[in-house]
């Protein structure tokens, strides 16, 4: 096992060094730059259709609706990332971190738009009769590499039980047992027979209840992490300008900051936390947005700028600034993690501050279990067939349990590990698939623009 993660760490250094964090960047840009700033050109558009659409039947071919496709996808990118992972990447990187996650952001929705605009453009139905689409897909009828959409759908296979799974597991029993003290392996059971009953009814399933449970888990977060940020509203531009500040200053001149604080540090932590967070060029997310009854690709794409922008410019702005306006960061030196963000809700909210963290923490990263299912069986189905489906339900759930029981330390570090290196793996040729086609794109789009001009898109 030490040989093991010993390759896994060097590998792990290489998929995730300056030049993957550059090629995520960079691909954003360029994407951004040919298809003529879709993020701003479709900033309204992208509120009236996701909105304004709600409860109303959806044109098109498809499996589940376009706002299902969207809840489920919000519902594996929203998860304990928002909370721990952006309070890491603070405590490593400093406040510029937040900066360089927006930054991200901001490119990472047309990355985002354009997985799964091509996504949709290139899925198809399975022996079932149910549409399956994604990055493999596009790789093997867009690309014509088979080769490389097989080694994607075993990347995927396999991350999702790491990232997808025993890794929230263990976050959902954690949080429950900080705020409520209920044992691990109480959460484990209990997690795991109610992930089985919602997997167990398939894709239309998981999209009906994270329809119900995406929503009501951001509001009930947005609200707990408002509060926050009101009660210390006079904090909040001295925040942000830290953030601003610090991104391209070295912030060891700040009270409190923490050795190894740097500006490479804050770019790279914010570029990778930024990316761990929204998936924007990971190529997960479009399985499910293929899925999606819906008129034209571009479309859809829409909801993948949403998604984004739903993830890190709201909900992960609200646990940045309220680590930086309430002084946690500076003030406590020592916690990371979730512990980070926790003080930072208590210090306002006190004990009721510890039970909207947890619950949220725990409700976050029991959606991520849901969503990161269906990725991990479309990868499955992809290499194996139909007949694999009831073997990786099963498996799905003893990991459910194993994840929240496991505990943390050695255990927990060596999932992150793992789970990292294959993230690495599927970013890789998932952005080789996006440039090649970026004509493709720009093509759907001009089609797209066309048609909205003509009224023939509402």
Do not use: C
């Given at each position: 096992m030490e040989t093991l993660m010993r390759i896994n760490g060097i590998v792990n250094g290489f998929v995730w060094g300056p030049?993957?964090?550059?090629?995520?960047?960079?691909?954003?840009?360029?994407?951004?730059?040919?298809?003529?700033?879709?993020?701003?050109?479709?900033?309204?558009?992208?509120?009236?259709?996701?909105?304004?659409?709600?409860?109303?039947?959806?044109?098109?071919?498809?499996?589940?609706?376009?706002?299902?496709?969207?809840?489920?996808?919000?519902?594996?990118?929203?998860?304990?990332?928002?909370?721990?992972?952006?309070?890491?990447?603070?405590?490593?990187?400093?406040?510029?971190?937040?900066?360089?996650?927006?930054?991200?952001?901001v490119f990472g929705m047309?990355?985002?738009?354009?997985?799964?605009?091509?996504a949709v453009r290139f899925r198809e139905k399975d022996a079932a009769g149910n549409w399956r689409g994604g990055t493999m897909y596009v790789m093997e009828k867009g690309l014509g590499q088979k080769w490389l959409a097989w080694l994607f759908a075993f990347f995927?296979?396999?991350?999702?039980?790491?990232?997808?799974?025993?890794?929230?597991?263990?976050?959902?029993?954690?949080a429950l047992y900080l705020g409520y003290g209920v044992p691990h392996w109480v959460s484990g059971i209990v997690v795991a027979v109610l992930v089985a009953l919602v997997i167990l009814g398939g894709l239309k399933r998981i999209s009906d209840v994270t329809t119900y449970l995406v929503p009501f888990m951001a509001i009930f977060y947005i609200v707990g992490g408002l509060i926050v940020v009101f009660m210390h509203i006079d904090m909040v531009p001295?925040?942000?300008?830290?953030?601003?500040?610090?991104?391209?200053?070295?912030?060891?001149?700040?009270?409190?900051?923490?050795?190894?604080?740097?500006?490479?540090m804050a770019l790279t932590k914010g570029v990778a936390r930024g990316v761990f967070s929204n998936e924007a060029g990971l190529g997960s997310a479009p399985m499910v947005h293929a899925t999606a009854i819906v008129d034209h690709p571009v479309r859809q794409g829409c909801y993948g700028l949403f998604e984004v922008f739903t993830d890190t410019l709201v909900v992960c702005s609200?646990?940045?600034?309220?680590?930086?306006?309430?002084?946690?960061?500076?003030?406590?030196?020592d916690l990371t993690g979730a512990q980070l963000t926790l003080t930072a809700f208590q210090s306002v909210l006190g004990k009721t501050g510890v039970m909207v963290l947890s619950a949220g923490l725990a409700m976050f990263a029991f959606s991520t279990i849901l969503g990161w299912y269906w990725y991990g069986e479309t990868g499955a189905t992809y290499i194996f067939g139909l007949k694999i489906t009831p073997i990786y339900k099963a498996l799905w759930i003893l990991v459910v349990v194993v994840g929240a029981w496991g505990g943390g330390g050695e255990f927990l570090s060596n999932i992150w590990n793992l789970s990292d290196t294959m993230n690495g793996l599927m970013a890789a040729p998932n952005l080789i698939a996006l440039l090649w086609l970026s004509n493709e794109m720009r093509k759907l789009v001009k089609d797209f623009d066309a048609k909205r001009k003509q009224g023939l898109i509402k």
């Open positions: 030049p993957m964090l550059a090629l995520l960047v960079g691909t954003g840009i360029y994407l951004t730059i040919i298809l003529g700033f879709p993020q701003v050109r479709y900033f309204g558009f992208m509120f009236k259709e996701v909105l304004g659409k709600l409860g109303k039947k959806a044109e098109g071919e498809g499996t589940i609706s376009s706002f299902g496709a969207l809840a489920t996808a919000l519902a594996s990118t929203v998860g304990s990332g928002n909370v721990a992972g952006v309070a890491t990447a603070l405590h490593l990187g400093g406040p510029g971190a937040l900066f360089w996650m927006w930054v991200t952001a047309t990355t985002k738009m354009t997985e799964v605009a091509l995927t296979t396999f991350a999702a039980f790491g990232i997808g799974n025993a890794i929230q597991a263990n976050s959902t029993a954690e001295a925040a942000i300008g830290q953030a601003v500040k610090y991104a391209f200053n070295d912030p060891m001149a700040m009270p409190g900051a923490i050795a190894g604080w740097s500006v490479k609200i646990t940045g600034i309220s680590i930086l306006a309430t002084g946690t960061l500076t003030g406590s030196p």
